[in-house]
């Protein structure tokens, strides 16, 4: 198997696209490379999936340019769905229960991508 090892997050107002994921996540954003573009801090531990965000290429409605679907585990599906909604994004999917998995929730972010969030069964 083939293990997931870097994300992006496209997004066309950086700014409000960091304040969400940095309010809801706690995600961290550090300038890096060229203009528009930062790595992504998703936690301390050294082993974690690298990411990052960047200016879309083209505005949505043009290319429709989309990125990869991401997981985020998270402790509390319930209190990321009002986080979720409180930083301007939509709840796509009400939080449903996988049965031998956990819980989950679907949600576009405040640039338009689909994202989850799910607390995993012990």
């Known amino acids: ?11 066309d107002d950086l700014p409000r696209a960091q304040r969400f994921y940095g309010t809801v996540f ?15 801090t998703t936690s301390d531990n050294p082993d974690r999936l690298r990411g990052a965000m960047y200016r879309r290429y083209e505005p949505l409605g043009t ?3 989309r990125c990869f679907e991401c ?12 986080d979720v909604v409180a ?17 989950v929730i679907r ?6 991508n689909f994202v989850c969030a799910m607390k995993y069964t012990e």
């Open 87 to 103: 930083n301007g994004g939509t709840i796509v999917y009400e939080k449903s229960v996988i049965q031998g998995v956990g819980e």
């Open 63 to 65: 290319e429709e340019i």
């Open 26 to 40: 706690g995600w961290k954003f550090e300038a890096w490379g060229p203009p528009d573009f930062f790595l992504v």
């Open 71 to 82: 997981t985020i585990t998270v402790d509390d599906v319930d209190r990321v769905a009002k």
């Open 1 to 11: 198997m083939n293990d997931i090892s870097h994300f992006q997050v496209l997004a």
């Open 107 to 112: 949600f576009k972010d405040t640039e338009g």
